[in-house]
Every structure is written in C-alpha cells, then in structure tokens.
C-alpha cells in the first residue's frame, strides 16, 4: 500500500511559480502511474496532470505549457512545478497513485491578483 504525503503549497501573486512535492511510503511507488487533482471551492475535483512510471505525462489543456509533472523513484517523489500561475488556479492539489487507488490529503495553493 503506498501512503501519500503534499508539500509546497503556499501563497503567491499571479505569474509567479510554486513546486508541489508527493513524497510516496511504500514499495509500490514505482509501478504507480502518478496523477495530480485539485479541487477549488465550490468546485469539482478536476485532473490536472499524470505522470507514467516511466515518465510519460498528460495534462489538462488548462495548464497545459504552464505546469510540469515529474517523479524521482529513488526517493518515492513526484513533483508538480507549476509557473505563470492564475488566480484561477487556486485550489487545494491533491496527488494520487492511480494502481493504488490512495489519495494524499491535499496542499492549498492561493493565488492572488
């Protein structure tokens, strides 16, 4: 069973970046292909991006040339860079190990105008 842990989420104006971090317990991490949700208030859960184990990612067109999904397996990580941010993309991110069905417990990320 792998167990999901969210870093990085914070405040920052429109156009700057945040890292988002899922740091992975487990032995099933590297066979997990790898998806970030988000979930804005009064909203749905929406997908964000995906990451293959071996690194081959998708991603809404929202975000689409904006963000960036990768993973390091050696230390159980997968990473959501995500620049030119919008004060649309306030949300709280989720990341989620799609074999494992298990979800992290969210990161809130605030953007302001």
């Known amino acids: 069973q792998v167990q999901l842990v969210e870093s990085g989420g914070g405040l920052v104006q429109a156009g700057g970046s945040l890292r988002l971090s899922c740091a992975a317990s487990g032995s099933t991490f590297s066979i997990n292909a790898m998806a970030w949700y988000r979930q804005a208030p009064g909203k749905q859960r929406e997908w964000v991006a995906a990451i293959s184990s071996v690194g081959i990612t998708n991603y809404a067109p929202s975000v689409k040339g904006r963000f960036t999904t990768s993973r390091d397996n050696a230390k159980k990580t997968v990473f959501l860079q995500m620049n030119g941010l919008k004060p649309e993309d306030t949300a709280v991110y989720y990341c989620?190990?799609?074999?494992?069905?298990?979800w992290g417990q969210g990161t809130q990320v605030t953007v302001s105008s």
């Open positions: 989620y190990a799609i074999k494992s069905g298990t």
